[in-house]
């Protein structure tokens, strides 16, 4: 699983810097936005089953982040999320995610996001983020995402999950 990571980093760099050679540089680009959510865990699959959000435990996440868009085609995205779980009667902060990736902007203000994650747990991984603009404003635009944690080591078995977001882009 190691050498899948590698390659996919590799593969979004070199992505990232073939995207980003033009000649003629867009109008208006690069851009700076920033952003801040919330975000939803559903559930988490691995060989050992199923591990649900609101059934034992409730975990929420705060995502905020910037985005730098180069052209009107990609940008990189910068996410720094972190976790609240709730059980048993006690609140924590139980996890912080670093999470900086290539974003990909499409048609009909989707964006797909591909982020590398570093989990302060211990784990490490991907997280593909699809990426809608639902509301555009003058100042503010609303989003919903809904994105697929694939999460590796700290002598875990390899999962993936299910998660949603929904925010604001400013």
Do not use: W
Not at 4 to 17: D, G, K, P
Not at 132 to 145: C, D, S
């Amino acid at each position: 699983m190691k050498k899948q990571f590698l390659i996919l980093f590799i593969f979004l760099i070199a992505s990232y810097f073939s995207f980003s050679q033009q000649e003629n540089p867009e109008p208006g680009y690069p851009k700076i936005v920033g952003f801040a959510s919330i975000l939803h865990p559903l559930v988490s699959v691995d060989k050992n089953g199923n591990t649900f959000n609101f059934k034992n435990s409730y975990t929420i996440g705060f995502p905020v982040g910037i985005n730098i868009i180069k052209t009107s085609k990609i940008g990189f995205s910068l996410e720094i999320v972190p976790y609240i779980k709730s059980a048993k009667g006690i609140d924590q902060v139980s996890n912080l995610l670093i999470h900086p990736g290539l974003m990909f902007l499409l048609k009909r203000d989707y964006k797909l996001i591909m982020r590398m994650a570093f989990e302060t747990e211990g784990r490490y991984g991907l997280t593909p983020t699809l990426n809608k603009t639902l509301i555009k404003t003058k100042n503010i635009n609303y989003l919903v995402a809904a994105s697929a944690p694939l999460r590796f080591g700290n002598e875990k078995p390899p999962s993936i999950g299910l998660s949603f977001q929904f925010g604001i882009c400013f």
